[in-house]
T-cell receptor, first 110, second 115 residues
Framework: KQEVTQIPAALSVPEGENLVLNCSFT??????LQWFRQDPGKGLTSLLLIQSSQREQTSGRLNASLDKSSGRSTLYIAASQPGDSATYLCAVHTGNQFYFGTGTSLTVIP | DAMVIQNPRYQVTQFGKPVTLSCSQTLNHNVMYWYQQKSSQAPKLLFHYYDKDFNNEADTPDNFQSRRPNTSFCFLDIRSPGLGDAAMYLC??????????????FGDGTRLSIL
């Protein structure tokens, strides 16, 4: 069974800092990996999707990479802003199921 | 423009009193999912519909049922809610999970409280 882990569980950084969030998974047989943002009491907002054949995807200040062989993905956030404060979750799609990590809670301090 | 809409945003019910949560989509996606998310935990898939085909996760309690009367709507019925069912319930859609470039789209969720 696929297991998805996100470390650290919480991260606090000063505004303007570049940061990296990590996601690891145990089975490399995946269709894609999706990064989401979740604000308190809200649903999930899709940030980036990386297909299994891709190495990275970029959207604005966000860059996500995927290394299937090592079972890892990273989400890079450039020049962090207080508005980036939220929980970031990754989800692996295996074709039959979506497996989520428990997320990294990010706080960007003004 | 909201594409996956969940109603209500907040639902309070009494222990043992049936409750129904609603989800609608304007994306015309084939698949609709229901997840349960408890505080600081990962979303847990309860079941999903691929068109009219219902797929129940093995560990989803019998207390939870779902209906999909048409492409746009899907309902989650909790027949006899217990205190442990208090959670955020998330609805999501995707066009075709067999395609690797198709993301899931989520609604804002319904926060269920049990008195």
């Amino acid at each position: 069974k696929q297991e998805v882990t996100q470390i650290p569980a919480a991260l606090s950084v000063p505004e303007g800092e570049n940061l990296v969030l990590n996601c690891s998974f145990t089975d490399s047989a995946i269709y894609n990996l999706q990064w989401f943002r979740q604000d308190p009491g809200k649903g999930l907002t899709s940030l980036l999707l990386i297909q299994s054949s891709q190495r990275e995807q970029t959207s604005g200040r966000l860059n996500a990479s995927l290394d299937k062989s090592s079972g890892r993905s990273t989400l890079y956030i450039a020049a962090s802003q207080p508005g980036d404060s939220a929980t970031y979750l990754c989800a692996v799609h295996t074709g039959n199921q979506f497996y989520f990590g428990t997320g990294t809670s990010l706080t960007v301090i003004p | 423009d909201a594409m996956v809409i969940q109603n209500p945003r907040y639902q309070v019910t009494q222990f043992g009193k049936p409750v129904t949560l609603s989800c609608s989509q304007t994306l015309n996606h084939n698949v609709m999912y229901w997840y349960q998310q408890k505080s600081s935990q990962a979303p847990k898939l309860l079941f999903h519909y691929y068109d009219k085909d219902f797929n129940n996760e093995a560990d989803t309690p019998d207390n939870f049922q779902s209906r999909r009367p048409n492409t746009s709507f899907c309902f989650l019925d909790i027949r006899s809610p217990g205190l442990g069912d208090a959670a955020m319930y998330l609805c999501a859609t995707s066009r075709d999970p067999g395609l690797s470039n198709q993301p899931q789209h989520f609604g804002d969720g319904t926060r269920l409280s049990i008195l």
